[in-house]
């Protein structure tokens, strides 16, 4: 697919957005805009937990952010946490970009207006519940709106590019940006295109996730579960069938992961590491290949995910962390503070 393209404001040289103009009205509170990018600005379509990691994604890059919700008591809750967590970061060291929480913050609106939210944007990224039906129209709602050169992006972890954009008159301009939760601490995106999406709004897109921080990778094609997903699946399906099997138990399960592969993964993949365990590709597989088709010739078909297992795995993760808001939100926050950590680590040996 070529180099990445310099990002820049799409509009630059066309047509902008229909519609208004500003922020003015539709219950939008105005931001500064960053010092040299006066007309660089996105919209986040949906406020829960992927919208407001991306706002502060964005903002942390110096865009200007309006987040877009249908019910204000979900935005001003919201912009509550997103001050909470920048102010937090900050005090911790862990903030991202160069500007002060403050800053970041005044760059970040909200909106309950759709029209009003988009409006002088130049790419808008959709994190509304994944839900076919709902995504398909908010972005048949966003087609009837948006200029010839706004990128419209979704979130979507599992909805294919055809299923979402296929018969909007801007599908040319159509994209998945596949996050990993939490986008702020995780910076891996999928770049996942449309049969029929232009090049340029995949080097634009790209482009866009490098000047943010963020890791992008392309994908040449959909297809189910996109990248991410299918090398997750295949881990749980495994871990799965070695738990039902009684082969270990579940916490030692994700002991194996989290101090034996995760440990290695957070800095090579697979390929590298096989790689760097032989003399090269070549000579890994001609030592390997033959134990490696013996064992994957042994594993079993895809899992039900239900019965008895299922109760075993979650009485096992209950007892270590109870299903109950106070004892999940403590450990999610451990969890952020740990992935904090791990790409401030990261960020540091790759300068090295």
């Given at each position: ?195 029929e999406t232009d090049p340029s709004t995949i080097e634009r897109t790209y482009a866009l996730m490098k000047k943010i921080g963020q890791s992008p990778v392309k994908l040449n094609r959909e297809i189910e579960g996109f990248v991410l997903n299918r090398l997750q699946y295949a881990v749980i399906s495994e871990a799965w069938r070695l738990v039902g099997e009684g082969i270990i138990s579940p916490t030692d399960l994700d002991l194996v992961m989290s101090d034996g592969l995760g440990m290695r993964y957070a800095f090579i993949g697979p390929l590298e590491t096989m790689h760097l365990n032989a003399e090269g590709i070549s000579n890994y597989c001609e030592r390997y290949r033959e134990g ?61």
């Open positions: 697919m070529g180099a990445a393209a310099t990002w820049r404001p799409p509009w630059v040289g066309s047509g902008r957005l229909k519609g208004g103009g500003g922020g003015g009205g539709g219950g939008c509170c105005s931001a500064a805009s960053p010092a040299g990018m006066e007309s660089s600005q996105v919209a986040v379509v949906g406020s829960g937990l992927i919208g407001r990691s991306w706002a502060m994604v964005f903002a942390a890059g110096g865009f200007k952010v309006k987040l877009y919700d249908i019910a204000q008591q979900q935005l001003t809750s919201a912009l509550e946490n997103i001050r909470k967590q920048m102010k937090e970061l900050e005090a911790s060291g862990f903030l991202k970009g160069s500007l002060s929480a403050e800053k970041q913050l005044a760059l970040i609106s909200i909106c309950t207006d759709l029209k009003t939210a988009v409006d002088g944007a130049a790419f808008i990224q959709e994190c509304t519940p994944e839900n076919l039906e709902l995504k398909k129209k908010i972005f048949g709602q966003l087609d009837l709106i948006v200029g010839d050169n706004v990128i419209l992006s979704s979130s979507t972890s599992c909805l294919l590019p055809s299923k979402l954009f296929t018969g909007l008159k801007h599908v040319k301009q159509c994209i998945v940006s596949h996050p990993v939760n939490p986008p702020y601490f995780v910076p891996l995106v999928e770049i996942v295109p449309h049969p490696m088709k013996l064992v994957l010739n042994t594993f079993g078909p895809v899992p039900e995910f239900s019965g008895e297992t299922e109760q075993k795995i979650s009485q096992a993760m209950s007892e270590k962390i109870p299903v109950v808001p106070k004892h999940l939100n403590a450990r999610r926050e451990w969890r952020d503070e740990c992935l904090t950590g791990l790409a401030k680590l990261k960020k540091q040996m790759s300068s090295n």
